[in-house]
C-alpha cells in the first residue's frame, strides 16, 4: 500500500481477460474498445492497451482530447472513432490525430469538411437513430448522409447505431432491442453495396452478449471490459473479471459510548458501546454522499457499515463492540477481501443507478495502480 489516502488498483490481466470474453461472443467481429471518460475512471492508456492485447482491434472515445491523449501515449496505428459530435476546432484536431468521427447530420459533415485540408483522408461512419432518440440521423435520411459525405470528399468507413435497451432482458422493454435491430439490418445491405469494406456496427457490451445477431462488423465494448456486468448481475456469469478494486486503510479507531454521535447532522447514533472507525475517502474521492448511513465497506474480511454522513474527505463505519482494529487496517470500498467481495454494481444498487457511475466518479484525487 502506497502513502495514498486511497488507491484504485486497476488488474490489467483482467481486462485483457474481458476483452477475450468479448471478442469470443463477437464471433466473426472485431471488438472496438470504448475507452471514453478515461476508461470510466480505469485509466484510458493502460486500459486500451491491454485491451488491444486481448484481441481488440479499435478504441472508441468521446472527445478530441481523449484521442489525442491516446496518440500521444504512443498509441499511433490503432484505429480511434470519436462517437461525440465535434466542433470545427475539434474536428481539425480529430483529423490530426488521424481520428475516424461519427456523423449524425449534415451539419457535422460540413464542419468536418471545412477544415479538412483538400487531400485529407476524412474517415466518418454514418450514425443512423434506429431508437435510441439522442444522436444518429434519423432511418429514410441515413443514406442521403452518406451520399453527402461521399461527394464531399469523405470515405464512408462505417455504419452504426447505438441500443437504447440492450441491458433490458425482461418488462415491456425487453423487446425493443430486437425492433432496432431489424431497422438497422435492413440498411445494411444497401450500404455494403454502395461503401465496399464499410464496417456495420451496433452492440455495446449488453447487445455482445446478449445476442450474436447484433454483432455485425463489429462490437463497441466498455462496461464488460471493465469487469462490471451490463446487466447488472454477477460478472462471473458472462465470464468477466472485475477490473477495479479501491482500497484504503482505516485512519482512526475510536470506542464510543452509547447515544454518542457522529458527523455531520448527528445522524448516527451508537446504540451500544461500539467501535468506529474513520476512513480516509468522501465524496471528493467518488464515494457518493448518499451512501451515506447505507454503504458498507470490507474491513477484516467481514462487511461493515458506513454511519453517519458521508463528508468531503471521510467516511465512518461502525466496526461493532468486539472489533479488534485499532487502525491501520486495510479497508476495501471496491472488491473483495477474505470471502466477501463488493461490486460497482452493488453500490450503484444502493443509490439507483449504474455500475458505469459508481467507476466514472471514482476521483483523480485517487491513485491508480496499473497492476498485471
Ligand atoms: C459508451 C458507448 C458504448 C459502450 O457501451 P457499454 O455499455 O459500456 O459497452 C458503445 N457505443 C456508444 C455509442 C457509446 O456511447
Known amino acids: 500500500m502506497s502513502d495514498a489516502r486511497s488507491s484504485a488498483y486497476i488488474d490489467l490481466d483482467a481486462v485483457r481477460h474481458n476483452a477475450v470474453t ?18 470510466y475512471g480505469h485509466g484510458a492508456i493502460e486500459c486500451a492497451r491491454a485491451a488491444l492485447a486481448g484481441g481488440a482491434v479499435a478504441l ?31 474536428g481539425l484536431r480529430a483529423l490530426g490525430q488521424r481520428c475516424e468521427v461519427a456523423i449524425s447530420d449534415l451539419p457535422a459533415l460540413e464542419r468536418l469538411m471545412a477544415v479538412a485540408a483538400p487531400d485529407a483522408d476524412v474517415r466518418v461512419h454514418v450514425e443512423v437513430d434506429t431508437g435510441m432518440g439522442r444522436l444518429g440521423v434519423p432511418l429514410d435520411h441515413a443514406l442521403a448522409l452518406a451520399d453527402a459525405a461521399k461527394i464531399a470528399g ?28 431489424v431497422r438497422f439490418r435492413a440498411l445494411a445491405p ?14 455495446n457490451s449488453a447487445g455482445t452478449l446478449r445476442d450474436p445477431d447484433a454483432c455485425f462488423d463489429m462490437v463497441r465494448c466498455g462496461i464488460a471490459l471493465y469487469g462490471c456486468s451490463p446487466f447488472g448481475g454477477d ?27 457522529v458527523g455531520y447532522g448527528r445522524t448516527w447514533r451508537a446504540a451500544r458501546g461500539t467501535w ?12 457518493a454522499r448518499d451512501l451515506s448511513n447505507c454503504g458498507e465497506v ?56 449504474i455500475s458505469y457511475e459508481v467507476t466514472c466518479a471514482v476521483s483523480p484525487r485517487v491513485a491508480r495502480v496499473h497492476v498485471g
Open 22 to 39: 468479448l471478442d469470443r461472443a463477437a464471433g466473426q467481429a472485431g471488438l472496438m474498445a470504448v475507452v471514453k471518460a478515461d476508461a
Open 60 to 90: 472508441a472515445v468521446a472527445s478530441v482530447e481523449e484521442a489525442e491523449e491516446l496518440r500521444l501515449a504512443g498509441l499511433d496505428d490503432v484505429t480511434i472513432l470519436i462517437m461525440s459530435p465535434l466542433t470545427e476546432p475539434a
Open 154 to 181: 469523405a470515405h464512408v468507413v462505417g455504419l452504426m447505431t447505438h441500443f437504447a435497451t440492450a441491458d433490458v432482458t425482461d418488462g415491456p422493454e425487453a423487446g425493443f432491442m430486437r425492433e432496432q435491430l
Open 190 to 203: 444497401t450500404f455494403r453495396d454502395r461503401f465496399p469494406g464499410i464496417t456495420v456496427h451496433a452492440a
Open 235 to 261: 460478472p462471473v456469469t458472462d465470464d468477466l473479471i472485475p477490473v477495479m478494486s479501491w482500497r484504503s486503510r482505516l485512519s482512526l479507531v475510536k470506542h464510543f459510548g452509547s447515544r454518542e454521535s
Open 276 to 287: 468506529v472507525g474513520t476512513i480516509p475517502v468522501g465524496y471528493a474521492d467518488g464515494f
Open 298 to 353: 470490507l474491513v477484516g474480511g467481514r462487511r461493515v457499515p458506513v454511519i453517519g454522513t458521508v463528508s468531503m474527505d471521510l467516511i465512518t463505519v461502525d466496526l461493532g463492540p468486539e472489533a479488534t482494529e485499532r487502525g491501520g487496517e486495510e479497508v476495501v470500498i471496491i472488491g473483495s477481501q477474505g470471502r466477501e467481495r463488493i461490486t460497482a454494481d452493488e453500490i450503484a444498487r444502493l443509490r439507483g443507478s
